[in-house]
């Protein structure tokens, strides 16, 4: 995405909040301008202040002034504070909202090639970084200039001669810190590069601490550590040094500056030119003046990085989404018949994978897919329930090709039980309607009996209550398949698929869910993902595959008979 | 929190220096009102210009001065922040290397992670900024007052009265935030889980139709963020206002106050005008300090979590004899149990058996059962709870540990292979190995053919994580791994898993037939990886079931006849199911 583009984006998220935006600009402004007639007040007090006669009123007239000033300037910063936090948190909010919903409606494809971990940093950190850097930085960088240019203003007011001085001098600082910051940016870089290496290793060495200890790795590891170790504090205590001179060193210029002011400006009240007072308030107007010079070097590269984190989040949003089905029918009233004709699939176009598959599926048939680990088992499960969508050739349910109805309705139809067990946060109960929200409990407990889950549930603390952890936190991986395959129990639908689904579970339950499972099957279309042989043995039809194809299909003593892969991979498990 | 100064060590000097700078670097900065309060008083008064260019040769020579005590600062506070971390990394690492399996399980991988980077480099930075800002705010602060106290006790009072406001103005404000922060922090971590979930369960979530309550939970979840983080906002958007009015209404006090003094002659307008310079510094270091105070927390919180890693203390004491006895027996266990440390019960209670060079075992039983827990006592991963357990005749506890582990080729269930090339993963057990046992030992475990393929052969490059490998090729790899070893005892956990089974059948003769001699014992769920065994020991809840031949344990073991059934018997019975 180009920056253009993300900026376009940018500007219409924005564009939701402008009256705010507009509040804000306006009580920035007035609040740098009334902060910044407070010290004139001051020198003006001062100035009535002089050793032959003090008018007391006078003083009392600019000091009650500037009190109330201070308290109005008080008043809008606050205010304007709480719109920033708004404008800010709205935004992300706003921006967050549509990265997630784009996320339930991109294809299965963008999701599975894309590491978690990147779409979360998206979704979470990267917007938090646009918000803050280009909200704040907008508002730092308009206060900046606004701060910049009425300071100069005032002292132009009160003595062109010093301020004269002090506009030339300043920016003085601004390429100083320019000229330490180019040389901290390779330093910045090598140090995130050994970072980066010794992360690698930690991550390595700590999480395969077992493995390292079982192999007596322990020393070399700590070594190639220690080395790294060594190699990070040298750059790591230059990179932190020579960064942290920007900081002393422009306010050794500007201090450089305060001299130079204090020598003409009392020059200059020698001269006349000036009251006392005048010279105390532009003295405080010069080091305020320095001061956005120094900030808004750092506002651009803070506005720098907020645009490449909008470029992430943008892209994200931009994605193109699955394509809209509305207008499609519904997929009503299934039976079961499944018919897969001359498909052809690949992941990738070099590597083609699926090419001119065909199987008739009867209503209540049972399918099992076998095949090694890796085999693209899963793949066919993918086109089944449209995660993915075939490139040729048409898969059909009762008669309708299924990239004609609404993905819902189709996949309302399936029951599916997943290999990696996937449970969310909440409690056991919300885990197992996830199906069917409106279940009685009747129908819930009468599901768990059947999966046999009900008597783990209702040993739990809180039964049906129970709040599950992240990732099914404490329950274990038998418990957590049984509740999956309670929730498919429940909401009873007229096709299944199921994936390796019992190949976790202790051998006495699984034979009892093996019986649930047959009372689930019966009068339903299943395909079934198994490594036991007796599931496969008991299927009307076998898909054998083989390093992403279907080799072979047939039933048990067909493929027994043709001695092809199948009854080599049979023979290899029994032969004595 | 008690045992981290001592990784000072070696930079306390530096540490020392680094806020002793930042002191000097103030009071020269605090010199400076009181320089222009004389050119005032005493040199514009005057008309006196070389006095003035005196004076303000006087500021200049300040800056020079402050400029290089802040650099001698900055480049200490540095050097002792990043030294003391550096220190106390290698420490953690160490540390880590010294822990047993059973603390390892405790506070587990993905936090240990978090300790050495992310933690330790929040530290850093706090430590850094704490030597060289923390001291100096602070001293500007008091060091302003006790300037105003020399040039006017009743002024200067003001001083001492709106000093204490001010504190409790930043101080209140940040104790309020803090744990409202705490409270966002939460929140964000709920709307992380959201996300993550819905990433992880995208298929569960889609095949369920629930796209749009998912959406909907989010926005809620999100709302709530917004809603805290505004209520955090609101309370610490009013800090520098606050504090603005605070300051601005003590300089008010102060200029009546001063004009009083004037008119009765105790003050000169210049002094006024420093003492207004010097609440004026109060402001601006106020403002920097309620800026860095909210870090000051986190980096404490980070401490104190690296803090409780480095006070577990190994629960294992090393033995210490290394020499390999002559045994009849390899493995001997004799009634051994073992329960996880805060577990309600044991995970293998009462296990005995033998093994001599050359035999085979096989253990078999459900998911849970307790067989990786048994075979972990072996190289004394875990101690034993009750029983014992002997390795060549000697008790694993008299072992010196890295001596007898060195026995074992040991392959794990959860196997990982490090990023290097094959050679070097090859080596990660056998530091001394030869290309041709390498090859000898990817032959055995069924390697050769695929690493031979791959570019570069033994110099081929696994990526973190064995990206560039499949499941089965990983797991092929990592029973090399052990082989290399030439291990006495090699242990092989579930690790034929990803394997198909005519691979798995060809490992299985292989090994039987390895030139030197092993006691072998394979841990699986599938009978037919262990049917082939001398003996067979079925674990079911921890406890022996059976342990005998396959043919024995047919007739006389029930949960082993039930396991044999499920998964080959139907089969054996023709097409009839």
Request: with cysteine; hydrophobic share 45%; charged share 20%.
């Amino acid at each position: 995405m180009k920056t253009k583009d993300t900026l376009l984006k940018v500007a219409s998220v924005l564009g939701k909040s402008r009256l705010l935006m507009f509040c804000s600009i306006a009580l920035a402004a007035a609040s740098v301008l009334m902060s910044l007639y407070v010290p004139i007040l001051f020198g003006r007090a001062i100035d009535c202040i002089a050793e032959d006669g003090i008018s007391f009123e006078l003083i009392f007239g600019f000091l009650l002034k500037a009190g109330l000033i201070t308290l109005a300037t008080a008043a809008v910063q606050w205010v304007m504070g709480i719109i920033n936090n708004r404008i800010t948190f709205d935004t992300v909010r706003e921006v967050r909202r549509q990265a997630f919903e784009k996320i339930e409606l991109l294809p299965l494809k963008y999701i599975d090639s894309h590491a978690y971990g990147d779409l979360l940093s998206r979704v979470i950190a990267d917007v938090d970084q646009f918000a803050d850097g280009l909200l704040m930085g907008f508002t730092q960088f308009f206060t900046g200039i606004m701060t910049i240019f009425t300071t100069l203003g005032f002292m132009l007011a009160i003595s062109p001669r010093v301020a004269l001085v002090a506009a030339l001098l300043t920016p003085l600082s601004l390429f100083v810190a320019r000229f330490v910051a180019s040389n901290t940016h390779s330093l910045f870089k090598k140090q995130s590069e050994m970072r980066g290496e010794q992360t690698a290793l930690i991550d390595e060495m700590i999480g395969g601490e077992k493995v390292v200890a079982a192999y007596g790795y322990s020393d070399r590891a700590l070594d190639r550590f220690g080395k790294l170790n060594r190699e990070l504090e040298s750059v790591t205590r230059r990179a932190i040094f020579i960064s942290s001179l920007v900081n002393p060193t422009t306010r050794f210029v500007n201090a450089l500056v305060y001299a130079a002011v204090c020598l003409v400006g009392a020059g200059t009240v020698i001269g006349g030119g000036m009251t006392v007072g005048g010279l105390s308030a532009i003295l405080a107007y010069a080091t305020q003046y320095a001061k956005p010079f120094n900030e808004i070097s750092g506002v651009v590269a803070e506005l720098q990085n907020a645009i490449v984190c909008a470029q992430r989040i943008f892209e994200l949003i931009g994605e193109e989404p699955e394509q809209s089905d509305a207008m499609l029918p519904e997929l009503g009233d299934i039976r079961g018949n499944v018919e897969i004709k001359d498909i052809k699939f690949s992941y990738s176009p070099e590597k083609p994978l699926i090419n001119g598959l065909s199987l008739s599926v009867k209503e209540g048939q049972r399918v099992a897919i076998v095949g090694p680990t890796g085999c693209g088992k899963t793949t066919l499960i993918n086109l089944l329930m449209r995660f993915y969508d075939v490139s040729g050739g048409e898969i059909t349910v009762d008669g309708s090709n299924i990239a004609e109805v609404t993905r819902h309705s189709l996949r309302r139809g399936y029951g599916m039980v997943l290999q990696d067990t996937w449970l969310r946060s909440g409690t056991i109960r919300d885990n197992i309607i996830i199906g069917k929200p409106d279940a009685s409990e009747e129908e819930i407990i009468a599901a768990a009996k059947a999966t046999h889950a009900h008597s783990f549930i209702k040993r739990l603390p809180l039964g049906y209550d129970t709040p599950v952890g992240e990732d099914g936190g404490s329950l274990s991986a038998g418990q957590k398949q049984l509740l999956c395959i309670t929730r498919v129990m429940l909401s009873a639908p007229p096709m299944l698929i199921l994936d390796e689904a019992t190949s976790s579970i202790d051998t006495k339950t699984e034979l009892r869910v093996q019986r649930a499972f047959e009372k689930l099957m019966k009068g339903k279309t299943s395909f079934i993902v198994a490594h036991r042989l007796s599931t496969i043995m008991s299927a009307d039809v076998i898909l054998v595959m083989h390093g992403g194809n279907v080799v072979e299909q047939g039933t048990h003593s067909e493929l027994m008979k043709k001695g092809g892969f199948y009854a080599e991979l049979y023979n290899s498990q029994f032969a004595k | 929190m008690k045992n981290l100064p001592k990784y000072f060590k070696g930079y306390r000097a530096v540490a020392f220096s680094a806020p002793f700078f930042k002191i000097l670097e103030a009071v020269f900065e605090l010199l400076v009102p009181f320089v222009v309060a004389a050119v005032i008083d005493n040199g514009i008064p005057a008309g006196n210009r070389r006095y003035i260019l005196g004076m303000c040769g006087v500021l200049v020579l300040l800056a020079v001065v402050g400029l290089a005590s802040t650099l001698a600062a900055q480049f200490f506070a540095a050097k002792g922040a990043v030294g003391f971390c550096t220190n106390l990394r290698y420490a953690l690492f160490e540390h880590i290397q010294k822990l047993g399996f059973s603390e390892l399980d405790g506070v587990g991988a993905s936090a240990l992670i978090t300790r050495l980077t992310s933690d330790l480099n929040t530290v850093q930075s706090g430590l850094n900024m704490m030597l060289r800002l923390m001291m100096r705010s602070p001293i500007i602060v008091f060091g302003a007052m006790i300037m105003a106290f020399t040039i006017d006790f009743r002024s200067a009072l003001i001083f001492a009265g709106a000093i204490p406001l001010l504190s409790v103005v930043v101080v209140g404000i940040t104790l309020w935030c803090i744990p409202l922060y705490a409270k966002v922090q939460q929140r964000l971590e709920k709307v992380l889980l959201a996300a993550k979930e819905n990433l992880v369960g995208a298929r569960v979530i889609r095949a369920f139709c629930k796209e749009e309550q998912e959406t909907e939970r989010f926005a809620a979840e999100n709302g709530e963020l917004c809603r805290e983080q505004k209520r955090v906002g609101r309370i610490s958007a009013a800090m520098n206002p606050l504090t603005l009015v605070l300051i601005n209404l003590a300089i008010i006090l102060l200029i009546y106050q001063g004009a009083l003094r004037v008119e009765s002659g105790v003050l000169t307008q210049g002094m006024v005008i420093a003492l207004y310079n010097y609440m004026s510094q109060i402001l601006v270091e106020l403002i920097k300090l309620a800026n860095l105070i909210l870090s000051v927390p986190k980096s404490v919180a980070c401490a104190s979590r690296m803090s409780a890693v480095l006070a577990i203390e190994p629960s294992m004491k090393n033995g210490t004899e290394t020499d390999v006895p002559e045994a009849e027996y390899s493995v001997e266990l004799e009634g051994a149990s073992l329960r996880y440390s805060g577990a309600a019960e044991d995970s293998v209670s009462d296990i005995s058996f033998k093994l001599k060079q050359g035999e085979t075992l096989g253990i078999i039983g459900p998911t849970g059962c307790g067989k990786s827990s048994l075979v972990g006592l072996l190289p004394r991963f875990y101690d034993a709870s009750s029983g014992s357990v002997k390795i060549f005749g000697r008790d694993v506890r008299d072992w010196d540990t890295a001596s007898l582990r060195g026995l074992f080729g040991f392959v794990m269930q959860k196997n990982r292979l490090f990023s290097g090339t094959v050679r070097e993963n090859m080596r990660f057990g056998a530091p001394e190995a030869s290309d041709e046992d390498i090859i000898e030992a990817l032959k055995a475990a069924q390697a050769w053919d695929f690493v031979s393929e791959k570019e570069g052969g033994l110099d081929y490059v696994i990526e973190q994580g064995a990206a560039n490998l499949s499941g089965g090729q990983a797991q092929r790899l990592c029973i090399a791994r052990a082989l290399v070893r030439k291990p006495k005892i090699l242990v092989l956990d579930d690790s034929s898993s990803a394997l198909d089974y005519a691979t798995d059948s060809r490992l299985r003769a292989a090994l039987s037939s390895l030139e030197y001699k092993s006691a072998v014992i394979t841990v699986s769920q599938r009978v037919s990886t262990v049917m082939h065994c001398r003996r067979i020991l079925v674990l079911e809840d921890g406890r022996c079931a059976g342990l005998g031949t396959h043919s024995e344990l047919l007739k006389s073991c029930d949960e082993y006849r039930e396991i044999y059934e499920s998964q080959i018997k139907v089969e054996e019975g023709g097409t009839s199911a």
